[in-house]
């Protein structure tokens, strides 16, 4: 599994790599960056990268520690912290960058720093994690218990409904909608049934979406290949 994601996330790259390159418009901290004389931006800007890995080095540890206790004494599902308001935290930048960009009106670049981050998370991230797991003195695969097995269905389901949804190269408020609330309806029903009930729906919207596109398919597989014209929105 981990080569096949490692596989996956390096086809992406040398696909991405192939795209028609632009200049980003800088703005701030990012501007001033810019403009430094090159040896010194990449030595800045690797400062950067060796501090927030010590950063993240030094802070994981009590950070999921104090994320479990703080959900005990509220009385929350401590799975459910680390599974989703955990990465919440982590993935903020990404967020304040999509949004400040759909503020701006620059939907697509928003829409694809999103989906760039997914993609890594299911590929990069999730084949390093047996690697990690290793690493840190563990034997073979990572054991998965019965609630870690519904999570993984239940946040593949939900991939599956986002990109059925996107299947068609735009994105409605009611399916926007519709993702959120199905989102948010596990923390009040943390129930094994009601979850499983949850990607059951997310399985079958996906399939109904894809069945209603499906002529919009092979266009996107098509528009994998180099040299391909991008698709545009409907």
């Given at each position: 599994m981990a080569l096949c994601s490692w596989g996956i996330f390096l086809a992406y790259t040398w696909r991405v790599s192939k795209e028609e390159r632009t200049e980003p418009e800088l703005e701030g901290i990012a501007q001033d960056l810019g403009s430094l004389p090159k040896g010194l931006?990449?030595?800045?800007?690797?400062?950067?990268?060796?501090?927030?890995?010590?950063?993240?080095?030094?802070?994981?540890?009590?950070?999921?520690k104090s994320l479990i206790s703080g959900g005990k004494a509220l009385g929350l599902d401590e799975f459910l912290l680390v599974q989703w308001i955990a990465p919440l935290a982590t993935e903020a930048p990404e967020f304040l960058v999509a949004a400040i960009l759909a503020v701006k009106g620059d939907q697509d670049t928003a829409l694809g720093t999103l989906l760039s981050s997914k993609v890594n998370q299911w590929t990069l991230l999730v084949g390093s994690l047996p690697i990690a797991y290793i690493a840190g003195g563990g034997h073979q695969g990572i054991p998965f218990d019965a609630r870690q097995i519904e999570e993984f269905w239940l946040t593949a389901a939900q991939t599956l409904l986002g990109f059925a949804m996107l299947s068609k190269l735009n994105l409605r408020r009611w399916e926007a909608l519709a993702l959120f609330l199905l989102f948010a309806l596990q923390f009040p029903c943390p129930q094994r049934e009601i979850r499983i009930g949850i990607a059951s729906l997310y399985g079958l919207i996906a399939v109904a979406l894809l069945l209603r596109h499906w002529r919009e398919l092979p266009l996107i597989a098509r528009s994998f290949l180099p040299g391909?014209?991008?698709?545009?929105?409907k």
């Open positions: 931006r990449r030595a800045v800007l690797a400062g950067f990268f060796l501090w927030s890995a010590l950063v993240i080095v030094l802070v994981a540890e009590p950070f999921a391909r014209r991008k698709l545009a929105s």
